[in-house]
């Protein structure tokens, strides 16, 4: 044992100066944290009074938009729910579809334009989007759809967010446009009566048919036999809608070159 | 009848409704044009076009329905972006739609615009150009169509000698043109984007192509999700969504590019892993001499090496703030003959006030190290706007140039512009007109003063908001009552707001149009709807004034012959295309391009007839004949394996070269610092660009609801340190003062991009914080672009954003 | 008379007259097709096969014909199959 009192004065030693290394952390925290209220106490000068004090950054992210805000309050458990399996029971109200159709407009210009993105990104890193989307998956009770098509890493190409993606801007109005875009067909040809619907849409970077018609689909758009999984089996796709026709170099029709 | 027979009846009934409906054209019975690629699904008569936004040129298939774009998809046939579209493309059809087109001629009286007809318009300008037309300009843009481009073109050089016609692409690819100028005595890239496709290594030299040209930015890191090993080296000022995906993020100073090429050269001769072999057979060296001239004086290999000597990479850190490891890290890369190494760049070479130095440079340590002229092996500029390639440089719209590379200087290239337009010897005037910074001074510029141009018609831009220092270069001409500017727009822009006449235009997929992309390619498309009210193409209103100018008997409209500069024939008949109602009764467009294809193989950059272009999703040039009749395209150029004017067992050839050796000048440039570097006063270096959400001044893509709410405002970027220091949080309202302007803005801190410190980042999309109030108009001496990325600014933090106050 | 699919066809001819002359001779003698009146460069007509299969075929076959610049499937009638066992693909 008597070897071990100069072995402890040291361990002591590192213990207080963890202690204030955590304490000296928790105070430049706090500061780091009521950086605002230091201002609104020193403005500089050229502050006018009537200016309400910025908001510290605990007010930012309460005033950040949608269901990624709320990730940092419970989205981990939330997330291992997951999405229903293939053998869920599938209910298709009737007055589903239209309700379905009607939502997925309001969130794209026209049938097949990409959707816009309902909640905050991160502006510079766009490869955080395949966590959720990927392969789908429920975040604080919202569904993050599986991408409809192959992975493409470069997200916000195509998809843009719904509102001013500084911190704290409030939405101005959008400027009038006066284009109508393409409807969503609101369903596919059938043969006879009972014979499987061919596919309405391009499918066209839409492959992923699960995306909206698996059992993470909205109602109405929700197969009933999410089970199947070989969807082109009996549901044909369109060449024209698809571009298939178009083989690209045949001669020019009704056209006729410079005499 | 009986059943089958009805049957028959009805399969025939239903085939002559469809050859009816196909017969009848793309929208009226007076477009008697019909692409190959219209198809019917659904009501929805779909065809090809290219996009309308950048220089990638990516096609699109454009859905129409009852006289409406209602859809748009990326065109799956297409060798550019293979069905893939950015936001921006996928929107393109809302262009046309925002609700405050122009419709109506407008004529200027005091604080109002009132309409007047297109009669009055057109004669209004032709004696405006009557009145001196020396003083009579045309300001175009890389979004002219290759004939709209053509026809000012002809007006301007060919009908009012007076060569006074620039572009904005004089803003935005100037340097690039006299780079590839300076390197291999003809313009453009010799690779193209299958070159992203074979890649490497991919160096970005201050490009942010994630949101610039992202449809090619995907193109390349999609590689990654197939397997395949890509390095992307980012180097920049400023931190951006292509540094996300970048494996090296090499941040430099401001302005220091130079002494990063110039360390690699450094090394690449100290270590010996320069390509002998290349050098020896296709390179000569070169800088300048007492006078700087665009060709400079030949120097030894040794005396080149010798100048290299001073860029250590010890020596580059100091200047640069790049780590020595970083330049080594690059000298390592381009000394490995097993590579193949793409650079790419834009805005960031080209807007520099040592631009023609910076991109000979880039291409001088590709030609060096040998990496050139194999797929994947390249240094290829991109451009900004979809046509900067077709009409600017390929037409020549420049105040120096003529179609097909030819240039007003050469007594050789005007006799052969003369001849093919039947003019009389000695019609083109040898002197250039001005460039656009002197152009708009002197138009600014009371006429005692100098200022010697007092009309400017400004077609397919907005210089209002894309000039720098605009208070200075346009807004003082309204004070001036004897200048008179007169702008061809479709919406209600702040160059409209500023103009004396205001013509409605038609765009995109309201006209027959071509354009070229960044890789040579040239594409066309056929109108598909018509333009709202009486709003009409471009290339009607430059044909209706030369017709008037004819008919109120000035001598340039003639030809030789003393027929019409723009006489069209159709069975022995002149087609009288400028009244309106006949201009779609021929393809103008075609006929121009057939006249215009006759320029084309001076230097080499051939092209197809027009119907080769209907048929493709475009042609790379030179676009050969084949011995079977067949044409086909280039996509390497001066590759023997690829290019058919390469000399057989050559290997390489640049067939242009200013030594007229067959080789490439590899030059010197030393580093310099920038004409205004921040000091006490002004301590930060503002840099200006864009965002993927809009396009150049935003007059389209801020009238379409999905992009404007997506980036509704401009904003400042600030490094995190310096805003700590300054105390600025996201949100607050700063004042950024320049020497020549101020403007406040409010803050971003770590959002779209992170500038280095000691620099601020501001896009230049938004008309109500037109930042270019602050930019520097000083350029590159030769190729006259300004410089919009570098100047010196001050930050002062004015107030939270009153937004936020509750 | 065995049942036979019907098909509407649309052809978009050369507008060269040479070639339209000659590919029009060979249309004409074709014993499975009914032309319609021409529109401009384009024609309708009728075909009728004894299979699916062999209007593939015509249709593969007026394709790679010289002077034929498209062939445009407007109508098929399956209505004389009914009742028969599925076959090829669909």
Redesign the interface.
Known sequence: MNGGAPSQAPRRLAHVAAALTLGLAFVGFLRGVRE?GH?AANP?P???AS?????GYAE?RAVQRGPNARLYDGAFPALSRGLPGPGASVEQPPEARSAAVAARAARR??????P?IPHDVD?????ACLACHESGAVVAGEVARRMSHA????C?????????????????P?????????TS?LRGARAYDGAPPTIPH?T??REQCASCHGPAGAPGLRSTHPHRQSCTQCH?P?A????R??????????????? | MDRRDWLKASALGAATAAATRLAEGATDGKARLASPHRREEGGVVWDKAPCRFCGTGCHVQVGVKDGKVVAVQGDQHAEVNRGLLCVKGYHVGLALYGKDRLTKPLLRKGDKFVPISWDDAIELIARRAIANPAGFAVYGSGQWTIPEGYAAQKLIKGGLANNQIDPNARLCMASAVTGFLATYGVDEPAGCYDDLDRADVVILWGNNPAEMHPVLFSRLIDRRSRGEKVVLIDLTTRHTRSSAFADHVILFKPNTDLAVANGIAHLLLARGTYDKSFVDRHCSFRAHGAEPTLEGEAISFDDYKARMAAYTPEKVQELSGVSAASVRLLADLFGDPALRITSLWCMGMNQHTRGTAINSLVHGVHLLSGHFGKPGDAPTSLTGQPSACGTVREVGTLAHGLPGGLVVTNEQHRKQAEEIWNLPPGRINPKPGHHTVELWRRFSTPREEGGDIDTIWVQVTNPGQSLPNVHALIDASRKLSDKFLIVSDVYPTQTVRLADLVLPSAMWVEKNGMVGNSERRTQQWFKMVEPPGDARPDLWQTLAVARKLYELGVPGMKDKDGKFLFHLEREGKEVPFWEYERFFDVNVDEALFEEYRRFTRAKHKDLAPYSEYVKARGLRWPVVQQPDQTWRETKFRFAEFDDPYVKKGAGIEFYHSTTRDGRAQVWFHPYEPPPESPDDEYPFWLCTGRVVEHWHTGSMTMRIPQLHRAMPQAYVEINRDDARRLRIQSGDIVTLESRRGKLDLPAWIDGRGSPVAGSVFVPFFDETLLINRLTLEAHDPFSKQPDYKKCAVRLTRRAPDPRKAR | MAPMPIGGLVLTLDPDPALRESILAALTADPRLTLGQPLGVRLPMVAETLTLDDGDALVRELSAAPGVLFVDVVSVDFSDREGEEPHGQT
């Open positions: 605002t201002h500089p050229t502050l006018a200016y309400a004090p910025a908001p930012l210009a026209y049938d097949g334009a990409p816009t502006q510079q890193r766009a490869p992975r493409h890493d470069n916000l190409q195509c998809h843009v967010v719904r509102a001013d993606p500084r911190p704290g801007a409030p939405s101005v959008a400027p009038d446009n006066g284009f109508v875009g393409l067909p391009s066209w970077m044909t369109s024209g809608l698809d571009q026709e178009l083989a690209g170099t045949a001669g020019p029709a009704g056209w006729s070159p410079v005499p």
